[in-house]
Structures are given as C-alpha cells and as structure tokens.
C-alpha cells in the first residue's frame, strides 16, 4: 500500500492505494489530460462506493474494461 495525501474538493484527504493502482489512476488523468486530484476529484462527486480508495479500484477497473472491449 502506498498512502497519498491530496486536496480534493478544497479539503485534504489521505488515500491508500497499492502502487499498480496508482499507476494506472495516473495513466488515466495522461489520458484524459487531467491532474490527479481532478480526476480523483470527479470519482469522488460521482462515487456510490462510501470508501474513496474502493471508488477508485472501481473506477480504475471499469475504465479498463471499457478500452478492452473497444
């Protein structure tokens, strides 16, 4: 597990995430040009997960299986 802190939304938070989550997380914002803390940003206004670190492995997840079946 690697623990980062952000600012999300005007607050600071502490996200853990194992390193190959990170990684991805960050090929994604290259991807869609965003910064880090935006786009967690925006999985945190769209979770229904209550667990952010969950929301993301989901988000990360399900934005992969979108471009294998692309």
């Known amino acids: 597990m690697r623990k980062r802190s952000l600012t999300i939304a005007g607050h600071r938070t502490s996200i853990a ?33 209550p667990n952010l670190s969950s929301a993301i492995r989901v988000f990360v997840l399900a934005w992969f299986r979108s471009a294998a079946r692309a």
């Open 17 to 49: 995430l194992e390193p190959p989550f990170w990684e991805a997380l960050q090929s994604i914002a290259d991807a869609r040009k965003v910064s880090l803390p935006n786009l967690i940003a925006e999985i945190d206004e769209t979770r229904e997960d």
